[in-house]
């Protein structure tokens, strides 16, 4: 690499790879990703485009990596074979490559069908919760802070962090996340999700599939993911650095402590 003076540099660059999800033997899509969960990433997938609405739908998750190796662009493939007695539908190929973008969108059926199905637990967080979760991301040695060009989702219970990821996308993040949760069997309702992505609509609908009644940026909302984020009675907080944040909705799950703010006298 060059710098800006025209000196050569050594930097770090992450490795984006091709993942093509198989369900059934049936080719339903391609993830562009960094490769560290793959496991948890097509189990989160499925999940969170209501394509399997239980973990033990699955009899196995078979990921091979050397079938892309040497070909730049080739896709590993991700194999999920289903159970029996599941009886999925499984949809037809979608026929296109999620890229590294911000904006994955859904591949599968209106998520907007089932979001008044959502019923979200009467849970709370405290302001010094929140500014503990911040401070433990801000510590968490990352793959942004050597390279950049990834995105960074968390899990927290309190200040105690359970599960961080980074992915080339924010939604391979939080896929990745939810699948995880989905394996071990963790439920969402006394947790927070973190994201250093802003705040789309998928992205609040995916917090509240997982169970997850607080959802906290670094960035900021878009009118629709507010929008939802008030319908579902979520909590959505961004701008969130150091001790600074906006509440953008459900301002009664955060138990304020403005005193946290005061300058030591």
């Known amino acids: 690499m060059v710098n800006e003076l025209g000196e050569r540099s050594a930097s770090q660059i992450p490795a984006e790879r091709a993942l093509t999800l198989y369900l059934d033997k049936k080719e339903l899509v391609t993830l562009m990703t960094l490769g560290a969960a793959p496991e948890w990433l097509a189990l989160g997938f499925l999940r969170n485009q209501n394509l399997i609405t239980s973990v033990d739908q699955i009899e196995s998750i078979t990921v091979d990596w050397s079938i892309g190796e040497g ?4 896709p590993g493939v991700a194999a999920v074979k289903s159970r029996l007695d599941a ?4 949809p037809p190929s979608a026929d296109r490559v999620v890229t590294t973008g911000c904006g994955q969108g859904s591949v599968f059926g209106d998520l907007m069908q089932h979001i008044d199905r959502i019923q979200l637990p009467p849970a709370q967080v405290t302001q010094a919760e929140l500014y503990g979760l911040v401070n433990a991301i801000r510590l968490q040695e990352t793959t942004y802070k050597s390279s950049g060009s990834v995105h960074a989702c968390a899990l927290f219970q309190g ?30 309702e006394d947790k927070v999700f973190y994201t250093t992505g ?8 995916k917090s509240a599939q997982m169970g997850v009644p607080v959802i906290v940026s670094r960035s900021g909302i878009t009118q629709m993911g507010r929008d939802l984020a ?17 509440c953008f909705s ?6 304020w402590q403005p005193e946290l703010n005061k300058s030591p006298s």
Not at 71 to 74: I, P, R, S
Not at 234 to 245: E, M, N, V
Request: aromatic share 6%; proline share 1%; charged share 30%.
């Open 71 to 74: 070909e730049v662009g080739e």
């Open 87 to 90: 009886d999925l539908t499984v």
């Open 159 to 188: 200040e105690e962090m359970l599960m961080f990821v980074e992915d080339v996308g924010r939604h391979n993040a939080v896929d990745t996340i939810a699948g995880w949760m989905w394996m071990h069997d963790v439920r969402g």
């Open 198 to 205: 802003r705040l789309t609509s998928e992205m609040v609908i």
């Open 230 to 246: 008030e319908r579902l009675g979520l909590c959505a907080i961004g701008r969130a650095t150091h001790k600074r944040f906006l």
């Open 250 to 255: 459900a301002p009664e799950r955060l138990i």
